[in-house]
């Protein structure tokens, strides 16, 4: 399959920094991507521009061939229906209940679907992680990592065939990581196609067909998790040593292939 | 020092550039709202509830304190020139053609105007707005027009209800002073009002709530990336709302009337 989405040549400065330079990347449909780097190397914001979230200064972002920028607003519903995406910090809409929180995006892309069929869709939802007790409250009441799952709720409630997700669960407890990470891959199992920026060495290791290591705003490396994972490199093992190092507990083998894979003094 | 000078300008000029592009976003949005299939009618509602129907007991407060405060001004000034039948023209004057639209247009924007900004500002600062675009809502159709259309609908309301209470005010105190028949105090009134000054308040609260709204979602759609923006924000919604509203009010009469 070809790709889903691809930036070409995107460049983007953000209050006089620098965010993306050139930044020509591909994402596989059907696969699941994984975008690592140092923190304020420009993932978020790839993600975002990825997304159609933020407007590059220069260069295509294309869904399916067709410039995102440039689609008509009738085009743009049609893509925005099939993706969802996941923030850093949730984003949920802090004056509206977990409820409406994901029954909102329903109502904008399924009006013709009866209230109450949207209704029993939201609650199946809240259902499957156990917050249905809390359908009534707003997201203030709610714990961080209760906010994180909700929020990967809401952007899987439409179905979407490609989710963008940004650090789901960071600042997220062992077991709510479990939780987050099997809904992850439950997805990936669908076949959807799923680009995610992440420092999670078990979510990595569970969930990347493909990889891309960015640095300073620029992409170092992209392809294969296997062949990004062995790049002969030095920046990118250096930029993977360095991000997966500070979980090296969580991680169960994606360390010890690094390790491996690399000669003394690399590191 | 030149080189300062053309950065500011520069500066300037993409604020000036951003709040033309917004003030047409708004406007095309609005003119888009009724045909759309909108997911946003309630956001219209909760507007019009929170600036008009909350507003309604302040407003009332104020226009039966300046209504009175009118005739017992007029009261005791005019009859020693021998002009007593000049005071339901100044009452009309007053309070229909300026201080009711003026008066309203302060309460909401002192009231509403910051509120919004803040509202609107967190939410750019935790992501919401970012959030509604990758559901695939119009930030400026679901948040900006009905809080616009609210705002004004609202200020229209009041200032009618401000007209009609500080009217009633100077009535009961007149009751005090010297007691009035209500027919002939009302209908002197309604001799003195002309449908010029009924068009001329209808305009000013239209206008000053069209301000106000565009204004304070202008403020709070400013905010970039930091909470400590959201009082500034605030501060400047109420600020430039009462400065604009001022000129146009100045503006509006002067073509009106003159």
Known sequence: MGDIVALEDVRLTLGGFEALRGVSVGFAEGKSTVIMGPSGCGKSTLLKVAAGLIPPDSGRVCFRGRDIFQMSERALLGMRRQNGFVFQDGALWENKSLFENLALPLQVHFPEVPAADRSRRVIRALERVGLEESASERPAALSGGEKKIAALLRALVTEPILLFMDEPTLSVDFAMTGRINQIIRDQKGRGSTIIAVTHDAQLTASLADRLVVMEAGEVLASGDFDEVKRSPHARVRAILSEVLKDIASYDTDLLELLDQDQEPGER | ?258
Request: net charge positive; proline share 3%.
């Open chain 2, 1 to 258: 020092m030149v080189a300062a000078l053309g950065r500011w300008a520069n500066d300037k000029a993409r604020d000036y550039a951003y709040a033309l592009g917004f003030c047409f976003q708004v406007l095309k949005e609005t003119a888009l709202f009724m045909r759309r299939k909108q997911v946003a009618f309630h956001v219209l509602v909760l507007q019009i509830l929170f600036t008009g129907v909350e507003a309604v007991s302040i407003v009332s407060l104020i226009a039966l304190s300046f209504g009175a405060v009118i005739i017992v001004e007029g009261g005791t000034v005019l009859p020693r020139f021998g002009q007593t039948s000049l005071l339901y023209s100044i009452l009309i004057v007053v309070i229909t053609r300026e201080l009711g639209p003026i008066l309203t247009a302060f309460i909401i924007a002192a009231r509403s105007g910051p509120a919004i900004a803040a509202e609107l500002g967190n939410m750019v600062v935790s992501h919401e707005i970012e959030a509604y675009m990758s559901v695939g809502i119009n930030p400026i159709s679901y948040l900006v027009v009905p809080r616009v259309l609210g705002v004004t609908i609202s200020v229209m309301a009041l200032t009618i209800y401000f007209n009609f209470f500080g009217l009633v005010g100077s009535f009961l105190v007149a009751q005090l002073i010297h007691p009035i028949p209500f027919v002939e105090y009302f209908s002197a009134l309604l001799r003195k009002l002309q449908m010029r000054d009924i068009l001329s308040t209808l305009l000013k609260s239209f206008i000053f709530g069209v301000i106000i709204s565009v204004v304070a979602t202008y403020q709070g759609f400013k905010v970039s990336a930091s909470v400590t923006e959201i009082p500034r924000a605030a501060i400047k919604a109420v600020g430039q709302g009462f400065v604009l509203c001022f000129l146009a009010d100045a503006l509006i009469t002067l073509i009106y009337y003159v």
